[in-house]
């Protein structure tokens, strides 16, 4: 029993450090475009949500 509470979540450490690193790099990059203050801003929080970008650039690529 408790070996299958040990095992139930699953062991994705790596996956949390690529989003990590992801978004540490989606923040750098955004950032480092903005304008003014309030672009990075807003580059900070399109670094927050970067997979959404990468899936519909992927999707776009896709369907042309």
Known sequence: MNEEK??????????NAVY?????????YFISNAVGFWMG???FLKAL???????Y????FLVM
């Open 57 to 60: 650039g992927l999707l776009k």
């Open 20 to 28: 990590g690193l992801g978004l540490i790099g989606a923040a750098v």
């Open 6 to 15: 040990r095992h139930d979540g699953c062991n994705n450490h790596s996956e």
């Open 49 to 55: 949500i970067w997979t959404a970008f990468l899936v």
């Open 41 to 43: 801003v807003l580059g």
